[in-house]
């Protein structure tokens, strides 16, 4: 073989090389990146949870309705139907979360 034939397979075994390494440097980051995403995501959602529950107080005490007890009653179950619906979303952040850490794992 000639110099230019070391050369040029040197060259393509370094770049190779280079390349395996910042490939499996960055699929490490993005793993740990994905293992705090479903954290994250849970964070995020509890606190928009909170701030709904905050928001719709504020305008229920905003309004300040004196209405009969059968109204009363169909705004708490549109509340009661709210919370409901934001925990079957938190299930299903839950689920998220898992199906995440086990594809992971």
Known sequence: MTNSDYLLKAAIKKVTEKLNEILVGKIEEATNIAQDVPEILKKEFNSLKDAIIDEASKMEKAENIQENDSTNTYQDSKIKK???????????????????????K
């Open 82 to 104: 709210a919370l409901n619906e934001i925990e079957d979303i938190n299930k299903q952040i839950d689920l998220f979360n898992k199906t995440i850490s086990n594809q992971i």
